[in-house]
C-alpha cells in the first residue's frame, strides 16, 4: 500500500516570489512519483514525473521537483510564480511507471497574489 | 497531447434520479479507464477501474450497484449514478490509460450536484 502527505494545505505566495510544495510518501513496494496540476473546475493535468534517472526533474513552466529516495519525498518548486500558477497542486504515487493506480496526497492550494 | 472528453461537464438531476456521465477518448483507444471522485478541496479518490469489454474493478467501499461503470467501447466509458442523492453531489474524473506505457490522460470532470 501507499500513501501520500501533502504537509500544506494552502500556500499564498506573492507573485515573482518562489514557491514551495512538499511532499512525502510511503510505499511498502518502489514507487513512480507525480505532480498534477488542476485549474479551478478543471480536471487535472500532469505537471512533471520521476520514473528513473536523475532525480531533478522540470516542467516546460518552470516547475521542477526533486525525487529524494532516502527521505521519501518529492517536493516541488518554482523559483518565480506567476498569477496563472493560482491552482491545486497534487502530488501522486504509482507502483507503474505509466501512473496507473494512482495514490494521490491531499492536495496543495497555491494562491498568488499580485 | 492526448485528448479525454467528458460530459456533461455539469449537471444538475432531483433526489432519486439516475445520472450518467461520458468519457472519451477522442485521439486514442483506451483499454483502462479509472473513475474518481473529489469532495470540495479534497484529493482524488479512485472510485473503480473500467476495462474495455469487462466488468470494472471497484475500489473498497465503492458501491457498484450505486455506481454503474460501462466500458463498452475502447473510446467511450459511462459512469451512472443511479438513485441518486444529495451526499453523490461532486466532482467526478476520469482518466483514460494510452498505448503500451499506459501514460494517463485525465477528463475535464463532471460536477453532479443533487438536489
Known amino acids: 500500500a501507499q500513501s501520500v502527505t501533502q504537509l500544506d494545505s494552502q500556500v499564498p505566495v506573492f507573485e515573482e516570489a518562489p514557491v514551495e510544495l512538499r511532499c512525502n510518501y510511503s510505499?511498502?513496494?518502489?514507487?513512480?512519483l507525480f505532480w498534477y496540476v488542476q485549474y479551478p473546475n478543471q480536471g487535472l493535468q500532469l505537471l512533471l514525473k520521476?520514473?528513473?534517472?536523475?532525480?531533478l526533474v522540470k516542467s516546460i513552466n518552470g516547475f521542477e521537483a526533486e525525487f529524494n529516495k532516502s527521505q521519501t519525498s518529492f517536493h516541488l518548486r518554482k523559483p518565480s510564480v506567476h498569477i496563472s500558477d493560482t491552482a491545486e497542486y497534487f502530488c501522486a504515487v504509482s507502483p507503474g511507471a505509466a501512473g496507473n493506480k494512482l495514490t494521490f496526497g491531499g492536495g496543495t492550494r497555491v494562491l498568488v497574489k499580485p | 497531447g492526448a485528448v479525454v472528453s467528458q460530459h456533461p461537464s455539469r449537471v444538475i438531476c432531483k433526489s432519486g434520479t439516475s445520472v450518467k456521465i461520458e468519457c472519451r477518448s477522442l485521439?486514442?483507444?483506451?483499454?483502462?479507464m479509472f473513475w474518481y471522485r473529489q469532495f470540495p478541496k479534497q484529493s482524488l479518490m479512485l472510485m473503480a477501474t473500467s476495462n474495455e469489454g469487462s466488468k470494472a474493478t471497484y475500489e473498497q467501499g465503492v458501491e457498484k450497484d450505486k455506481f454503474l461503470i460501462n466500458h463498452a467501447s475502447l473510446t467511450l466509458s459511462t459512469l451512472t449514478v443511479t438513485s441518486a442523492h444529495p451526499e453523490d453531489s461532486s466532482f467526478y474524473i476520469c482518466s483514460a490509460s494510452r498505448g503500451r506505457t499506459g501514460e494517463l490522460f485525465f477528463g475535464e470532470g463532471s460536477r453532479l450536484t443533487v438536489l
Open positions: 510505499s511498502s513496494v518502489s514507487v513512480y
Open positions: 520521476y520514473l528513473s534517472g536523475s532525480t
Open positions: 485521439d486514442f483507444q483506451a483499454t483502462t
